[in-house]
């Protein structure tokens, strides 16, 4: 009789500012790569955490049949990851043998996924200044999810990880030596969805990819040859293009001005930059692009909210076509760029000088390609499953 190869359990946790996403995986042949099969047994989240209205937590067995859809009032981050496993513990789903975290940074020293320890927490503490919106909540899920699940292993993946490889040229700040030793540069975000998009997408004869993740965080990446070679945010994640409450980037004399002549602190100027700003700061109403869209008819400040923020994503391909050269594929993601066929038509107009081009039709109905016959790009619509990353990474890190 041949013996079954030994599944391993592993659970995915993506804490955001106000949101904890989660999977659950299977897998017996996942290799130290990160290669192999991966099944999801359930996935879900719990969204609007922290909110005027009470949370709501769905969950999905597979990616289909929806298991659990209800409301939590007062949800917090912990009270979130306790319902979710007190939901694996009742459901008759195997239990995780290992946990891997979603890190948006880990400063300097953190550039790789690795397993956590009390090392690589103090690190990932000392740079969580560098992503106040997200650092809080993800290090209170660590710590809680440690005491759950106390004899498994438990895995840090950075956003950070996928943009290591970026030249010079791109990760360089204009800024003086010591500042750039001292690790003040440029370090990019969204990678774990940009490995989502591309191992999605498969090895296609695109050599230069551009993928926009469009959601409350926003980012543009240029991808040669599968490497990062240049993206939008920074050293956080509040560079680059406007995002719904995030400014992106601005004139550094205007938080001087602010500064000189009202006294801010820099934890005003942080509430400021972070949730103040952007979608929500231009429109006075929201930061979901959705209701603003809803309101665009009546509102001037809605519509302009909408009109800058795509202004601001074409830019940003625009100026990635430059860095790479030309362009074969363009790739929408994240939560907006997946479900608004509205903003990547407005996109893709501001981009009809370079010979990209929708087919209305499909771009309405989200069918794969979503460009004209005659666009000079292909335009492809991917969805991002970054809970499925963590999984591959912390199951590669298991046996590596």
């Not at 290090?139 to 809680?144: D, E, H, N, T, V």
Request: glycine fraction near 10%.
């Amino acid at each position: 009789m041949v013996a079954q190869p030994h599944q391993r359990h592993i659970l995915a946790l993506n804490g955001g500012s106000s949101s904890l996403k989660f999977g659950l995986y299977e897998t017996s042949a996942i290799g130290a790569d990160g290669q192999g099969p991966l099944t999801v047994l359930a996935a879900g989240a719990v969204e609007g955490i922290g909110g005027e209205e009470p949370a709501r937590f769905q969950i999905k067995a597979g990616r289909r049949k929806l298991l659990i859809d209800e409301a939590i009032g007062g949800a917090t981050h912990l009270t979130a990851l306790a319902r979710i496993a007190r939901m694996l513990s009742e459901s008759g789903l195997p239990p995780p043998d290992a946990i891997g975290h979603r890190v948006v940074h880990g400063g300097p020293s953190l550039l790789a996924h690795c397993r956590l320890d009390a090392r690589v927490l103090t690190e990932i503490t000392a740079a969580s200044t560098l992503a106040p919106l997200h650092a809080p909540a993800t290090l209170a899920i660590i710590r809680q999810s440690r005491k759950l699940f106390p004899r498994r292993p438990q895995f840090a993946c950075f956003d950070t990880a996928f943009h290591a490889v970026l030249p010079e040229l791109s990760r360089r700040l204009p800024l003086n030596q010591a500042l750039h030793d001292a690790g003040i540069r440029r370090y990019g975000f969204h990678g774990l969805s940009c490995e989502s998009a591309l191992r999605q997408i498969g090895q296609p004869q695109a050599h230069r990819i551009i993928i926009a993740h469009l959601g409350s965080g926003s980012s543009v990446t240029a991808i040669r040859d599968g490497c990062s070679v240049d993206t939008s945010m920074g050293l956080t994640p509040g560079g680059g293009v406007p995002m719904a409450s995030r400014s992106g980037d601005l004139d550094p004399g205007v938080l001087l001005y602010l500064m000189r002549t009202t006294l801010w602190t820099p934890a005003r100027i942080e509430t400021l930059i972070d949730r103040e700003s952007g979608l929500l700061g231009i429109s006075g109403i929201s930061g979901d692009i959705r209701q603003l869209q809803l309101l665009a008819a009546s509102s001037d400040r809605a519509r302009l909210a909408i009109a800058i923020y795509c202004m601001a994503v074409a830019k940003q391909v625009a100026a990635m076509i430059a860095v790479l050269g030309g362009l074969d594929l363009l790739v929408f993601t994240g939560g907006i760029g997946e479900h608004n066929p509205r903003v990547r038509s407005a996109i893709c107009d501001r981009l009809a000088w370079f010979g990209i081009a929708l087919y209305p039709q499909r771009n309405a109905q989200a069918l794969n390609p979503l460009n004209a016959a005659g666009s000079r790009a292909q335009v492809l619509l991917v969805s991002s499953r970054e809970e499925e990353e963590i999984a591959r990474h912390a199951g590669g890190l298991m046996v590596a």
